[in-house]
């Protein structure tokens, strides 16, 4: 994973030479290069890990929010505006995406995608246009609500907004 020589500063016009941020009282972010969130290594706030092999789902990055070894991450989405329509009847709905779309023919039963692989706050919305209910589960290492609850079922034409907080749970935006 190799760091580039160049950090942005908020005030900046463009790039700075890491070696010319004397004067700052924060470390410049450092930039690098990988395939996931780092297991190893000491980060700072800010730091950024893009993605060596980004595609439709997954990240463009990830971004370090707390400093230390390896620090805490949460993921950065290029299609955060992206929606997903989907007629399949059962899956794993995609990461990252703001607005899905359900439309099985009659009902369907689909796992919500890894909580902590989104930044805390990030908030999809989920919709259901088929004819009957479907119902919504957490992936076995995250929970709804932080209770446990099993599922969730939409009825026809309902809609729920879920928040990531950043960790393993997703919570009902109100």
């Known amino acids: 994973m190799a760091q580039n020589s160049y950090s942005i500063l908020p005030f900046g016009a463009g790039g700075i030479a890491a070696a010319d941020n004397s004067g700052t009282s924060v470390p410049a972010p450092r930039w690098y290069s990988g395939t996931a969130i780092p297991t190893a290594g000491t980060y700072n706030a800010g730091d950024v890990m893009y993605n060596a092999t980004p595609g439709l789902g997954s990240p463009l990055a990830w971004m370090c ?8 991450w949460s993921a950065v989405f290029a ?21 899905i779309l359900l439309n099985p023919a009659s009902t369907g039963t689909y796992s919500l995608p890894e909580s902590s692989a989104n930044f805390p706050g990030f908030v999809m919305t989920i919709k259901n246009l088929a004819s009957g209910s479907v119902t919504l589960t957490p992936l076995a290492a995250d929970n709804y609500e932080a209770t446990g609850i099993a599922a969730i079922t939409l009825a026809q034409n309902g809609v729920i907004n879920l928040t990531s907080v950043g960790t393993t749970f997703w919570y009902k935006a109100s």
Do not use: F, K, V, Y
């Open 65 to 72: 929010w707390s400093g230390g070894t390896p620090g805490s």
């Open 79 to 99: 299609n955060n505006g992206a929606t997903l329509t989907t007629t399949a009847t059962s899956g794993t709905l995609t990461n990252g995406l703001r607005l």
